[in-house]
């Protein structure tokens, strides 16, 4: 069995791997995932402008010119997918969507919220002749800034249980 290299690069960073002519690409690539701690599944591996055959060896993969040299030089992209996939196992990351949009509902709330302390202080500012208006209006202010308060707790109790 003789030894050969393959360099992966990955954003600008070389690695390289040792191997066997003989062993398979998947094994190879495998080793490259573990030392990035990325599964390979979450990763594109392309040799000569083409994806690798993880089914073929280093010796039936590699073109004549590297197999001379025993070096074979990888690119390695990462795999823009619609679904969430988590970079350390690999595995789909399954988002319930009703609990999203419960968020993103709780958000609008606060918003609306923020909104109305907006337009309370503007007819603070419009009515300062009134003390009284005024008293009302900043405990008016009050309430809802301690409404948004509870309002944003809640939020990050829910977005800790995911």
Known sequence: ????????NFGGVDMTIQCTKEEKMKNICQRY????????NTLIFLY???QLNFELS???QVSSLDRDNKVMKVLVYTKEN???????????VKLKMEKLEEIISSN????EKINGIV???DMIIKSSSLVNT?????????????????????????????
């Open 119 to 121: 337009f309370n202080l």
């Open 134 to 162: 005024m008293n009302n209006q900043l405990k008016n202010i009050n309430f809802v800034l301690n409404t948004i308060n509870e309002d944003i707790k809640k939020i990050n109790e829910k977005t800790k249980i995911y």
């Open 48 to 50: 000569g402008g083409t």
């Open 58 to 60: 280093f010796e039936e």
């Open 108 to 111: 609008n709330n606060i918003k």
């Open 82 to 92: 619609e679904e969430f996939i988590c970079p350390k196992c690999g595995e789909k």
């Open 33 to 40: 995932g573990t030392k990035l701690e990325r599964n390979i």
């Open 1 to 8: 069995m003789s030894e050969a290299n393959v360099v992966f």
